[in-house]
């Protein structure tokens, strides 16, 4: 039987791979657990440039699988409520290592997204997405609401309105509708998907990292922040990052005129 999640490092670059396709990569409970246990697994790793969240198969994710849940329904209503709950808050801990986690994260998408794969989707820093793409947040089908903070980052991504639309409406979006309200960073043809997302993981495994680590934390945090707070941390951040010798090697690299060659992190 193939594990539901699968994790490659190539040097710098991590890939955690949604796999079961068969299912349209719906979460049953070992993929939840093995969902977790990789994201905490690479957030950990800190020789690592940048992430990419993929799928095997036609689709991403379409949500939970429903036949796993089926399996509860013979349980009274207040044991499912307890049961759900603890399980949905185990499955967090993935989210919460996306968003905190240092290093970019790039969500490679394709087919269905919908449910808790728009989520994990949105829990990613950027998203290029196939034109075959489709997005849907789904939970209202099987009485539902968001988890995996599908109602924490609907709003900040495309604004209260469209995302009230996309949460109570129920309908589906496609790939251009996604570019076009900031769901997703870049659409391009599934034949052009897997060298535009390479070109991409490249030029942030290229990058300064604690630069790119410190842009990362700073638009996270950023929406908890007053405007003070934040310019504090952007010259913490800006002094930190000019005592690095990446810095000096960008001017260097300015000044005579040449690509910039980053070197490894430093602390």
Known sequence: ????????????????????????????????????????????DDALHVVVIEAAGKHFMAGGDLRTFAGELHKPGPQRDADFRALIGRLHAAIEHLHRMPHPVIARVQGAVAGFGLSLM?????????????????????????????????????GTRRAMEILLLGERIDAAQALAIGLVNRVVPATSLDAEVKAIVRSLADAPVLAMRNAKRLVRESMSRSLSAQLDAEAVSFGACAGTPDFVEGITAFLEKRPARFGPRET
Do not use: E
């Open 122 to 158: 949105n829990a990613c820093d950027l998203v290029v997405a196939s034109d075959s793409a489709y997005f849907a947040s789904a939970y209202r089908n099987i009485a539902l609401t968001p988890d995996g903070g599908g109602s924490w980052s609907l709003p900040r991504l495309v």
């Open 1 to 44: 039987m193939s594990a539901p999640i699968l994790v490659d490092r190539a040097g710098t670059v991590a890939t955690i791979t949604l796999n079961r396709p068969d299912a349209l990569n719906t979460l049953d409970f070992a993929m939840m657990d093995a969902l977790v246990a990789a994201t905490a697994d690479v957030a950990a």
